[in-house]
T-cell receptor
Framework: KNEVEQSPQNLTAQEGEFITINCSYSVGISALHWLQQHPGGGIVSLFMLSSGKKKHGRLIATINIQEKHSSLHITASHPRDSAVYICAVARYGNKLVFGAGTILRVKS | DAGITQSPRHKVTETGTPVTLRCHQTENHRYMYWYRQDPGHGLRLIHYSYGVKDTDKGEVSDGYSVSRSKTEDFLLTLESATSSQTSVYFC????????????FGNGTRLTVT
């Protein structure tokens, strides 16, 4: 079993919909990262969090340490949000373990 | 955007040849990482560095070596490239290791024929 599991693997949404991507992990962590990768593009860091909730524009990330679970929400989704969203957890130390990613497609 | 540059961006090489990928940063960040990204596996850590001449292995380090002789450069070497090392390679930097924001390079697409 992977240490980091993301769901769903693939997600198609209509423009304007509220989107949730989930990340569950099975190990103790010191931080959790959400990353975005556009097709053929580089990787951009969206959030790093160790507790609670963070918001940036239409993106919201939450984490529940006790339940070992994090969610990434996108409000009022837009076709430009189409990308792969990757969850990564920081084990105690300086290494990250990555989820396999969620492929999001937002249709206009 | 954080100043991080990978070179080359694309490379095709033959099995058995040595290959060196370069990651250069202008941010003076302490930590530098090399990852490979393959379909079905996500990103996997090859090696990382926590300072000049200080490096450690990741989960897929076999067949790879690294060097960091100065803060701004982190080199990844495939001593004798194999087809299984065909992949997209990403470098990342951070001032605080895995507990700080990460900045990624644009990737190097390596094909070993």
């Amino acid at each position: 079993k992977n240490e980091v599991e993301q769901s769903p693997q693939n997600l198609t949404a209509q423009e304007g919909e509220f989107i949730t991507i989930n990340c569950s992990y099975s190990v103790g962590i010191s931080a959790l990262h959400w990353l975005q990768q556009h097709p053929g593009g580089g990787i951009v860091s969206l959030f790093m969090l160790s507790s609670g909730k963070k918001k940036h524009g239409r993106l919201i990330a939450t984490i529940n340490i006790q339940e070992k679970h994090s969610s990434l929400h996108i409000t009022a989704s837009h076709p430009r949000d189409s990308a792969v969203y990757i969850c990564a957890v920081a084990r105690y130390g300086n290494k990250l373990v990555f989820g396999a990613g969620t492929i999001l497609r937002v249709k206009s | 955007d954080a100043g991080i540059t990978q070179s080359p961006r694309h490379k095709v090489t033959e099995t058995g040849t040595p290959v060196t990928l370069r990651c250069h940063q202008t941010e003076n960040h302490r930590y530098m990482y090399w990852y490979r990204q393959d379909p079905g596996h996500g990103l996997r850590l090859i090696h990382y560095s926590y300072g000049v001449k200080d490096t450690d292995k990741g989960e897929v380090s076999d067949g790879y070596s690294v060097s960091r002789s100065k803060t701004e450069d982190f080199l990844l070497t495939l001593e004798s490239a194999t087809s299984s090392q065909t992949s997209v390679y990403f470098c990342a930097i951070s001032d605080s290791g895995a507990n700080g924001p990460l900045h990624f390079g644009n990737g190097t697409r390596l094909t070993v024929t």
